[in-house]
């Protein structure tokens, strides 16, 4: 059990509220197994019926996915609800149709990933972004860090925690993944012998490749929103500025160099602007530059000690941890420019429907809904679990 007295008490009075009631949110939810009620007001999708031992099966996965998307109610009654079909076809083909709930065909597709989980987890994102306009997250991977090898190494699953696999294996301090955008590859921190690197990893072959040769320690890589482009930290002599980099290579450009700690950037959806943490006032805090540099700005977040900021696909908000020693998952509101904590937890970032996020947590990585505060635990069991990165 935690000692949340000494370091709530550095903390101000209503913060110190808001972090005392994430906690216990957090431990109710991890003593109970997640719970999927009836959720009112959601777009309500029936399943027709499969026959045979294979459809239940599919229905019951789709049915599953559909759930977990927090945005599409899988109902009983085809009255008023959207209607989703599944047929099985020869040579393991699944066809995908959704039908409005007044008769019309929305979309009808063929589905040949070899794996009918997999092609169920497509049917839902279509779906969802077919309903509700936004992409889903069933498709979509999750990398992390474990030590249960005895090592830092990088793993990656599903978003449910399913199918781990682990991806790096030489014994080295693995770190930091991020995803490009279509999750094809990842970039980690590497702490070889000498200073730390970034290796860019193609996850169809699992051949790592240096991102940029600089002398210094490299890390905490993030990927444009195009997949175009990095940005990293670079640290010299004990002093971390911020450089971008073409994402297959290139020559270097330094986007801010100063006296301060700067820190963990993360790129707008646009790509024209950065957030980052830096100490330069003290505290660490989240600035706002331009991604071809210039004058950075402080961002209003109204919270102590700002760090590991992670902007949203939609770009309305972003993630980041707050609070020092006693570490809060937060999201600042860019459009009302206020912040608002959401669990105790370490490290966010967002799924592609810019409403889920994952956290780590008690060496636990979660999946969290920023719209009801639903938790639920992915990643148990492996150790020290840590750094978790989300494709888009």
Request: charged content about 20%; some cysteine; aromatic content about 6%.
């Amino acid at each position: 059990m935690l000692n949340s007295a000494s370091p709530t008490a550095r903390q101000p009075g209503s913060q110190r509220a808001l972090l005392l009631a994430a906690f216990s949110a957090l431990f109710t939810m991890g003593a109970t197994p997640p719970c999927h009620g009836q959720a009112s007001g959601l777009p309500a999708v029936a399943i027709k019926k499969v026959d045979g031992n294979l459809g239940a099966a599919a229905t019951q996965m789709l049915d599953r996915h559909l759930r977990q998307s927090d945005a599409i109610q899988p109902v009983t009654s085809p009255n008023g609800a959207h209607i989703a079909e599944i047929r099985l076809e020869l040579g393991n083909k699944l066809r995908g149709k959704l039908v409005s709930p007044s008769g019309k065909k929305l979309f009808e597709r063929e589905y040949n990933r070899s794996d009918m989980d997999h092609d169920l987890q497509q049917f839902c994102d279509d779906i969802v972004l077919a309903i509700t306009q936004r992409p889903g997250i069933a498709t979509s991977q999750i990398a992390f860090v474990s030590n249960k090898s005895g090592s830092n190494e990088i793993y990656v699953c599903n978003y449910e925690g399913r199918n781990v696999r682990q991806i790096t294996r030489d014994g080295r301090n693995n770190l930091s993944p991020a995803f490009c955008p279509r999750g094809l590859r990842l970039m980690h921190t590497s702490h070889a012998p000498g200073f730390a690197d970034i290796l860019r990893v193609d996850l169809t072959r699992a051949q790592p490749t240096p991102l940029v040769k600089q002398q210094g320690a490299k890390s905490e890589a993030a990927f444009s929103a195009d997949g175009k482009r990095a940005a990293y930290t670079l640290t010299v002599n004990g002093n971390a500025d911020l450089y971008t980099i073409k994402a297959d290579g290139g020559t270097p450009k330094l986007l801010i160099a100063s006296p301060a700690h700067e820190a963990t950037p993360s790129w707008s959806p646009n790509g024209k602007q950065i957030v980052y943490s830096s100490n330069g006032g003290g505290a660490p805090q989240l600035y706002l530059i331009s991604s071809n540099g210039g004058k950075p700005q402080l961002l209003p977040t109204g919270q102590a000690d700002c760090r590991k900021p992670c902007w949203s696909p939609d770009g309305r908000s972003i993630a980041y941890v707050s609070g020092g020693t006693l570490p809060a998952v937060t999201i600042y509101d860019l459009p009302s420019r206020k912040s608002r904590v959401l669990s105790a937890g370490d490290s966010p970032s967002w799924g592609a429907n810019s409403r889920h996020l994952v956290f780590a947590y008690q060496d636990n990585i979660y999946r969290t809904d920023t719209a009801t505060g639903k938790s639920v635990p992915i990643i148990s069991g492996m150790g020290s679990s840590s750094d978790p990165g989300w494709t888009r």
